[in-house]
């Protein structure tokens, strides 16, 4: 008596190796992720302005933009129901500091790169972002926060 095979069936090997393949990639993408490993970045360019700001809710509605290498000195204020990128990105940031136990008081860190990109970073989270990605609209608020004693337009 002789066993049937099917012409169109995989080798055993085959489907084990590709098994094999798809668990290490579970593993490894499971196991960056609880460690908070990324990927390493070059930094190519030098920075050319940077800021070290805090960013305080007023009862209005407006945002005080304070400037923390100035005695907490306010240099912007960002108006009530306006430039919601911005205040976006500002709830994304404080929800990352309550995630890890990082109070309101550190400054968050906006810089100006010599290739035009713009960033803002919480050094206390290791969180950064490329601003210049989301488009000029979006990231002009940011910009305008690197002139001083300004009010932001909406």
């Known amino acids: 008596m002789s066993a049937s095979v099917r012409a169109d069936a995989l080798p055993s090997g085959i489907l084990i190796g590709a098994a094999l393949l798809v668990g290490f990639s579970l593993i490894a993408a499971t196991t960056a992720r609880l460690l908070h490993l990324h990927a390493a970045t070059a930094v190519l360019v ?3 302005q940077v800021m070290h700001l805090r960013f305080v809710d007023r009862s209005d509605g407006a945002v005080e933009v304070r400037d923390a ?5 306010t240099v912007h204020i960002v108006p ?3 430039n919601g990128f911005l205040r976006g990105v500002l709830r994304g940031l404080a929800r990352a500091r309550r995630n890890e136990h990082v109070g309101q008081q550190p400054p968050f860190t906006l810089t100006r790169w010599a290739d035009g990109q713009l960033t803002i970073a919480d050094p206390q ?3 950064r972002l490329s601003l210049e990605v989301f488009g000029p609209a979006n990231s002009r608020p940011f910009a305008e926060l690197m002139t001083e004693n300004q009010e932001i337009a909406p």
Do not use: I, L
């Open 46 to 48: 030098a920075p050319v």
């Open 69 to 73: 290498d100035r005695d907490d000195a």
């Open 80 to 82: 009530a129901a306006s």
């Open 125 to 127: 989270t290791g969180q």
